[in-house]
């Protein structure tokens, strides 16, 4: 089931002269985003797969004729483990086991963002203290669990862009903000998406933010691929990529070829809003006899609801400089949750990133009743999310969870919650993120700054 090989794939192809956005894994999948994962993949890269071979008529797959890595005849229709395909099952421990780190490191970094901690502080002592001290870690990583554990199974690199997300949230909350701005610029490069994370720090003016993330765009999306392919292969890829994907995936262009895999409606168990009305509008028609693309009518009114959500989000956080690290936290939620409704392409694993969001949401509960009222601390948009969110991946149930668009709605909920939480909140005041006057050279002031605000 793995999407690992893509990736993996694409890295022996970016260091091997292949084109990236013409090689396929052993799915037949293509790879599907823009270079610089491919590139920084390089450690876990494998070889292309090798082709498979057309047998007589009746004649049975096996492992002897079929080389590995596709669908053979067998009860199990798995390979053994052996030489032939012994680095690709290193390769998927390496990433699982990466993966998993991960998540747990983007946990860690938006507790102590919300506490006003470092990331090397450990739990407290005192037995209470310390309940909530772990529970602000756990709960939120239960919330998402269901898409969590969705894209370590795939071998999907969401989770990658969680973590630097996390990670931007958090030195943003202790005035290291050239350097949160290069790390939001990294979900960006590696699958441009989600994309109005970007806009908070030219919407809040955070220069210094936003000077980093653009240094990051510029080497990431240009620097590093001129160098690994040189200017005009770069060039050539580019416009390889926007034509048989950027241009499909907005209903524009003649490209198909990326339409069974990625773009087409029914490709994928998409959960956008376009796919939500695409759905409901064929709804008396099975899955695959709806057509492949969208109606414009469709798009536009995805567009238009994305431009009214964008517009609450403003309204709900109002026009200043500096927020606190809860407000921050439910802003970058809000954009992400945006995102995730607007954008034409959205896997229900995506959900993951709503992490800081239900960080945010939790937090003033958690602290409140503490770890030993469990579960009963959740507000029932988070447990709605969360229930949805395992639902949709059952087998039988799951793929009509997907396709009524519950996912959607619980996500539409959780992101009502986060708005309203966040025009019922107080004004900034001293315990805020810090201001632009906390350079980089200064972290030890505003590490002290929050921990004094954590105290009050």
Not at 328 to 355: D, E, K, Q
Not at 384 to 408: E, H, T
Request: positive net charge.
């Amino acid at each position: 089931m793995t999407d690992l090989g893509v990736f993996a794939c694409a890295a022996w192809a970016a260091a091997n002269g292949e084109n990236i956005y013409a090689i396929r894994d052993w799915h037949g999948w293509h790879y599907q985003y823009p270079p610089a994962l491919a590139i920084l993949f390089r450690p876990l890269a494998h070889p292309l797969p090798t082709e498979k071979p057309n047998l007589a008529p009746g004649t049975p797959r096996t492992a002897v004729n079929t080389p590995w890595g596709y669908g053979i005849d067998n009860h199990s229709r798995f390979f053994g483990l052996h030489r032939e395909n012994v680095r690709f099952f290193f390769i998927v421990a390496i990433w699982y086991a990466v993966s998993v780190l991960l998540a747990v490191l983007s946990a860690h970094a938006l507790a102590c963002g919300l506490e006003g901690s470092t990331l090397r502080d450990g739990p407290p002592i005192d037995l209470e203290p310390r309940r909530r001290w772990w529970a602000l870690r756990l709960v939120p990583l239960l919330v998402c669990a269901g898409s969590i554990g969705t894209d370590f199974s795939r071998g999907q690199v969401d989770v990658l862009m969680l973590a630097t997300i996390a990670l931007a949230l958090y030195l943003a909350t202790i005035g290291w903000r050239f350097s949160a701005g290069v790390l939001f610029s990294i979900p960006a490069a590696i699958k441009l998406f989600p994309p109005l994370l970007l806009l908070y720090p030219f919407w809040r003016r955070q220069w210094r933010m936003s000077l980093g993330l653009i240094s990051g765009l510029l080497f990431l999306l240009a620097l590093l691929p001129a160098a690994a392919f040189g200017p005009k292969r770069t060039g050539e890829l580019y416009r390889t990529w926007i034509h048989v994907l950027a241009q499909p995936a907005v209903g524009l262009g003649t490209d198909t070829s990326r339409r069974g895999e990625l773009t087409g409606m029914n490709a994928t168990d998409n959960q956008s809003l376009l796919v939500f009305i695409h759905n409901w509008q064929y709804h008396d028609r099975p899955r695959k006899q709806r057509p492949a693309e969208a109606a414009a009518a469709a798009r536009a009114a995805t567009y238009a609801a994305g431009a009214l959500m964008l517009l609450g989000v403003a309204i709900a956080s109002g026009w200043r400089k500096q927020d606190s690290p809860r407000r921050l936290f439910l802003i970058a939620g809000l954009l992400i949750g945006v995102a995730l409704v607007v954008n034409p392409i959205v896997h229900n694993y995506y959900y993951l990133l709503l992490l800081p969001l239900v960080a945010a949401l939790l937090n003033d509960r958690l602290l409140q009743f503490g770890s030993h009222a469990g579960f009963k601390a959740l507000p029932l948009t988070v447990w709605s999310f969360m229930i949805v969110d395992v639902l949709a991946r059952l087998p039988n149930i799951g793929g009509k969870v997907r396709d009524w668009g519950f996912p959607l709605a619980s996500l539409a909920w959780l992101l009502a919650a986060g708005a309203m939480a966040l025009w019922k909140q107080e004004p900034v005041a001293q315990s805020g993120v810090a201001s632009e006057a906390h350079t980089e050279a200064e972290p030890e002031v505003a590490e002290i700054h929050h921990s004094r605000a954590a105290a009050e």
